[in-house]
T-cell receptor, first 114, second 114 residues
Framework: AQSVTQPDIHITVSEGASLELRCNYS??????LFWYVQSPGQGLQLLLK??????LVQGIKGFEAEFKRSQSSFNLRKPSVHWSDAAEYFC????????????FGTGTRLLVSP | DSGVTQTPKHLITATGQRVTLRCSPR?????VYWYQQSLDQGLQFLIH???????AKGNILERFSAQQFPDLHSELNLSSLELGDSALYFC?????????????FGPGTRLTVL
């Protein structure tokens, strides 16, 4: 079955430090991959997506992610974290098996220390 | 702001009751998706409607039902509510249904069953 794994439940990063959030997927076909962010009490905001082409994708708020087929990974990165980045981050794989469906990982909560 | 609206923002009710959650998709989007976010199950896909027709069902209980109206807004009906139904319910919309498309999420409705 298709699945998405985010191995880190919590991550704490100092403000100004770099960030990498891990995401691994299990899916037989070429995946469509997404990163969403959820701030406290808010809905899900799309950060970036990968459908095809260049494996390094740029998103909003200075985030980027790299698709590595050999590792079944789609890790999210940011070179310098800001306090406002504290939120929960969800990786998702989009399935197109006759209908659309997003399968989400369990999320990684990012804490930013001063 | 994703352009997807959901009402109400919060809902508190008792076990055994029935509630209706409402979603208006982004202008021009024909697909509406419902997701449930709970602490124990994470983010789970419930159901997908496209232009008024049900296209796919996920982990949706028989006590739950949904519909999409001619003006494309959607309602999720939850009946015989149990404590375990307490969760954040998200609606998302996208333009198409037949291929993977970006889903834009609303702010969610937080349901508390007492």
């Amino acid at each position: 079955a298709q699945s998405v794994t985010q191995p880190d439940i919590h991550i704490t990063v100092s403000e100004g430090a770099s960030l990498e959030l891990r995401c691994n997927y299990s899916y037989g076909a070429t995946p469509y991959l997404f990163w969403y962010v959820q701030s406290p009490g808010q809905g899900l905001q799309l950060l970036l997506k990968y459908f095809s082409g260049d494996t390094l994708v740029q998103g909003i708020k200075g985030f980027e992610a790299e698709f590595k087929r050999s590792q079944s990974s789609f890790n999210l990165r940011k070179p310098s974290v800001h306090w406002s980045d504290a939120a929960e981050y969800f990786c998702a794989v989009g399935l197109n098996t006759g209908f659309q469906k997003l399968v989400f990982g369990t999320g990684t909560r990012l804490l930013v220390s001063p | 702001d994703s352009g997807v609206t959901q009402t109400p923002k919060h809902l508190i009710t008792a076990t055994g009751q029935r509630v209706t959650l409402r979603c208006s998709p982004r202008s021009g989007d024909l697909s509406v998706y419902w997701y449930q976010q709970s602490l124990d199950q994470g983010l789970q896909f419930l159901i997908h409607y496209y232009n008024g027709e049900e296209r796919a069902k996920g982990n949706i209980l028989e006590r739950f039902s949904a519909q999409q109206f001619p003006d494309l807004h959607s309602e999720l009906n939850l009946s015989s509510l149990e404590l375990g139904d307490s969760a954040l319910y998200f609606c998302a919309s996208s333009v198409t249904a037949g291929s993977i498309d970006t889903q834009y999420f609303g702010p969610g409705t937080r349901l508390t069953v007492l």
